[in-house]
């Protein structure tokens, strides 16, 4: 029988288990403190279950009323109070929801797909979110273009829900939005992708070829493949610049990318033939007539150019350049050396061009305003005492004349003479009446009212007259023309001017000589385009018209400004103008007797004017580099036109039916033709049935 030492063994297992209940407590409490919760939800609705989270984690829950439906879930291990959140949120990703946190430790519950339109955190590197967490991040792409990587981003993003990828060109940055978990892989995915490639810088040293019609050449084929395979990432296409002080080819881009453009160069740089050559090019904007002479003089100095650069003269060659143009196909014919051909091509591909044009509108203000009082007495006596004043008074003398003239002179009494028994009568004469073209004369000339009164052997005059005239007159001129080309605008009419006269022998067939001149408003311009939106201008604008006939001719007002000036493309500059305001009065009178106060008005005339004018001419162009501009800008003058026609439509006529103004139709750019025979005929015969079908 073995013997026990030691203390009894009832009293040693009371000790084993003491230590090991209390051993369980003490683990037992760090689990709890460690792991407070256990979520165990089954067939649990959904606003419940978030209820319950709150209450748990002190946050106030704002539930929308689309949230709904019953949670089955559950957790075998206890969770920390940070677990217990993500596994809320999990729940929350999995049902179709989101948790968009708020200030105040407020939680607003809401559907994936409103949360991206939420307001929900902007995060970064510092603090990128983790879980289910509904974040928005920033990425800034350096290498790469957003616009290629997007369409990549969204097949790995959550569309339908609450995710979201949006590029932003100007700045190369993309917006993601979605769980925290899913932001960050896309992330990582971005960076690995946006790695700098090999964009190192290569130089070509032509030798036999042109620099700039080397890289027309290859642009050329670079633009057909792009066509054709668009998808080509632009970061894989190289730049190529021509440098023609070197002759040499700058090659930027991708290892591979320059050395594809190095074989093509080294293939295409090879020495040319020197046999003749004939080429046919057709202009499309130039004239070939004028481009001949510059082709001329291009091709003399390249050939000076060359024959100096060459050390012997025996080496050199003649080289016979032949330039025609066909002006029929608008077309030049050149036959020269390919080197030669090559130099005058590339002359011709920049000088035929598309020209710009401007419009130029010019706005032509006179504003003139004239007062005049005129006041004057006159006397007069039959014996030829007389006072007469000139100052825009009818003279008492004219008037006095063509008053006698007017008076009628009786007839003569007839007589009876009595011879025997015979009487012979003579009758009466009749009276002779006065002549009253002189009055008419007299009183044509005369304005305002003219009072005579005549007292014995003594007569009066008294004229008054007072006048104000206000003229507004506008003129907007407009004239369309290509750059460096002058072009004439005029509205007016051709007026006949005596130049001389003369008479044949003893004052016989007398003739004169005689010059029309334009009479009207006249525009002349000169417009050029400088780099940039200015235009410069040389202008000739005038503004004549006939005043009236004189004691030789007729006289002519004539407004003119000729200068030069540089505006800006559609902005309005001035020309000129002019502000001349005139005020006179004169005074007639009889020494001592007009100076009489009150008394003194019945010896003297007195005239008083005042004119004021405001002329005022203003510019404005505007630059036409394409056609979409000028078909914008005729469609607005036309349209502008079209309305004042139905403005005076609308207004109608007092004695004419309404229809019968004119008015333009309505703006199409298209040419529409009229109708054939055979449409115009079917219109017809369907307008009949379908007038029978009414009757019916």
């Known amino acids: 029988m073995r013997k026990l030492l030691g203390a009894p063994w009832y009293k040693r297992s009371l000790t084993g288990v003491v230590t090991a209940v209390m051993l369980n407590g003490v683990l037992l409490s760090a689990s709890v403190n460690a792991a407070d919760y256990s979520p165990n939800f089954k067939g649990t609705e959904i606003a419940e279950f978030i209820n319950i989270v709150g209450k748990n984690l002190k946050k106030t829950m704002i539930v929308d009323p689309n949230v709904r439906g019953k949670v089955n879930v559950r957790s075998y291990d206890l969770l920390t109070e940070e677990q217990y959140y993500q596994f809320f949120l999990n729940v929350l990703e999995v049902y179709g929801f989101a948790a968009v946190e708020m200030d105040n430790n407020v939680v607003k519950i809401i559907r994936n797909k409103d949360a991206k339109t939420s307001s929900i955190p902007v995060v970064g590197n510092e603090n990128p979110g983790v879980g289910d967490e509904m974040v928005t991040r920033v990425v800034e792409v350096k290498n790469v273009t957003v616009r290629e990587l997007t369409p990549l981003l969204r097949q790995l993003s959550d569309q339908a829900g609450g995710g979201n990828v949006v590029n932003y060109d100007p700045a190369n940055v993309i917006m993601l939005t979605g769980t925290a978990a899913v932001v960050n892989r896309l992330v990582k995915i971005i960076e690995r992708v946006d790695k700098a490639g090999d964009h190192d810088v290569q130089i070509i040293k032509l030798k036999y070829a042109s620099a700039g019609e080397m890289v027309r050449i290859i642009e050329a084929m670079n633009k057909s493949s792009q066509g054709k395979s668009a998808g080509t990432p632009t970061f894989l296409i190289p730049k190529i610049v021509a440098d023609d002080r070197t002759n040499s080819v700058i090659v930027s881009g991708e290892a591979q990318a320059r050395e594809r453009v190095a074989r093509l160069v080294s293939r295409l740089d090879s020495e040319l033939e020197s046999n003749g050559n004939t080429r046919v090019y057709h202009l499309k904007y130039a004239k070939s007539e004028e481009m001949v002479k510059v082709l001329e003089g291009v091709s003399k100095s390249i050939e000076s150019d060359s024959s100096g650069s060459k050390k012997s003269s025996k080496n050199s060659k003649t080289r016979n ?376």
């Open 321 to 696: 350049v032949s330039i025609d143009a066909h002006e029929d196909t608008n077309t030049l014919v050149i036959t020269a050396q390919p080197d030669m051909l090559r130099s005058l091509e590339a002359v011709i591909r920049q000088l035929d061009i598309r020209r710009a044009q401007v419009l130029i509108e010019a706005i032509i203000v006179e504003v003139f305003e004239g007062d005049g009082v005129n006041l004057g007495v006159q006397w007069y006596h039959e014996s030829g005492a007389m006072t007469q004043f000139t100052n825009g008074v009818a003279p008492i003398s004219s008037i006095a004349a063509a008053a006698e003239a007017a008076q009628s002179t009786p007839g003569a009494k007839g007589s009876t003479v009595v011879n025997g028994d015979d009487k012979t009568t003579n009758p009466d004469q009749p009276d002779v009446k006065g002549d009253y073209s002189l009055a008419a004369d007299v009183l044509g000339s005369v304005s305002g009212t003219l009072f005579g009164i005549v007292k014995g052997d003594w007569g009066a005059v008294l004229q008054a007259v007072s006048s104000d005239t206000n003229s507004n007159i506008l003129s907007t001129p407009s004239i369309t023309t290509l750059d460096n080309e002058e072009a004439y605008f005029i509205v007016g009419q051709e007026v006949p001017i005596i130049t001389g006269s003369a008479t044949g022998s003893s004052n016989n067939n007398p003739f004169q000589t005689v010059e029309r001149q334009e009479i009207g408003i006249k525009l002349k311009v000169t417009p050029q385009i400088n780099e940039g939106s200015g235009v410069q201008l040389t202008i000739e604008q005038e503004v004549s018209s006939v005043s009236g006939a004189t004691g030789v001719d007729i006289s002519i007002n004539k407004r003119e400004i000729k200068t030069t000036v540089m505006a800006d493309d559609g902005a309005t500059v001035i020309l000129g103008g002019l502000i001349d305001e005139d005020v006179q009065e004169s005074v007639q009178k009889v020494p001592l007797l007009g100076d009489i106060p009150i008394l003194g008005h019945l010896f003297k005339s007195t005239s008083n004017t005042k004119r004021k004018r405001n002329l005022m001419v203003f510019l404005r162009p505007t630059i036409v580099r394409d056609g979409q501009l000028m078909s914008d800008l005729s469609k607005e003058k036309y349209n502008y036109i079209r309305a004042q026609e139905v403005s005076s439509r609308e207004a109608g006529l007092e004695l004419m039916d309404d229809e019968k103004l004119p008015i333009l139709p309505e703006w199409n750019d298209e040419l529409s033709l009229p109708p054939s025979f055979e449409e115009h005929m079917k219109k017809v015969e369907e307008k009949k049935i379908f007038t029978k079908k009414e009757d019916e």
